[in-house]
């Protein structure tokens, strides 16, 4: 049961442009929304999160925003840069309750910024 | 560099036999993850510990185990491999066990041939 859906395996953006990815998600009981990129040999590296509580959630050229009755997650990068060439995981807590803080990855979506 | 380590960082082994991955987590942090990708899938949650006790589950087989030790250095144990447990085996940390935020290591990659 995937609760944690990325169904675009690859994405290609130029560069400059702004790169969207996206992810779904099935259990409401969600509480915590993350973003992780890793780059080839070596392990994810927090990117940006959000609370279930918020809509959006700013850094720099990274922006994420939440549509909960959607179960929806995107993250968006503007202007996107050779460097952001990467794979892309979407993560979700389970809830801050004692055994449950895990957190469920999506599959992933590789993204090539083309210069 | 994330501040978590993983050894080895290749593990080549053969069906039936049983092999042991460590990590060391950031300084400070109590919490230790275990996470499995296997090719095309994404990160799998196996086991969490926190301060040395076992905190969550996930979808780990009878055939492996995990401890966390007093140093906070952890352990998983692989045993009677066989050829579907080749995968990418990541180790992450975090100063609490709620989940917010985890510093992965760079992995074991675990051939089984």
């Known amino acids: 049961d995937q609760q944690v859906k990325q169904n675009s395996p690859s994405l290609s953006v130029q560069e400059g442009r702004i790169s969207i990815l996206n992810c779904d998600y099935t259990n409401s009981m969600f509480d915590y929304f993350l973003w992780y990129k890793k780059y080839p040999a070596e392990g994810p590296t927090f990117l940006i999160s959000?609370?279930?509580?918020?809509d959006k959630n700013e850094d720099g050229r990274f922006t994420v925003f939440l549509n909960k009755s959607a179960k929806h997650l995107s993250l968006h990068i503007v202007p996107s840069q050779p460097g952001d060439s990467a794979v892309y995981f979407c993560a979700a807590r389970g809830g801050a309750n004692f055994g449950n803080e895990k957190l469920t990855f999506g599959t992933g979506t590789r993204l090539t910024i083309i210069p | 560099d994330s501040g978590v380590t993983q050894t080895p960082k290749h593990l080549i082994t053969a069906t039936g036999q049983r092999v042991t991955l460590r990590c060391s987590p950031r300084s400070g942090d109590l919490s230790v993850y275990w996470y499995q990708q296997s090719l095309d899938q994404g990160l799998q949650f196996l086991i969490q510990y926190y301060n040395g006790e076992e905190r969550a589950k996930g979808n780990i087989l009878e055939r492996f185990s995990a401890q966390q030790f007093p140093d906070l250095h952890s352990e998983l144990n692989l045993s009677s491999l066989e050829l579907g447990d080749s995968a990418l085996y990541f180790c992450?940390?975090?100063?609490?066990?709620?989940?917010?935020?985890?510093?992965f290591g760079s992995g074991t990659q675990l051939s089984v041939l």
């Open positions: 959000i609370s279930s509580i918020k």
């Open positions: 992450a940390s975090s100063v609490g066990g709620s989940g917010e935020k985890l510093f």
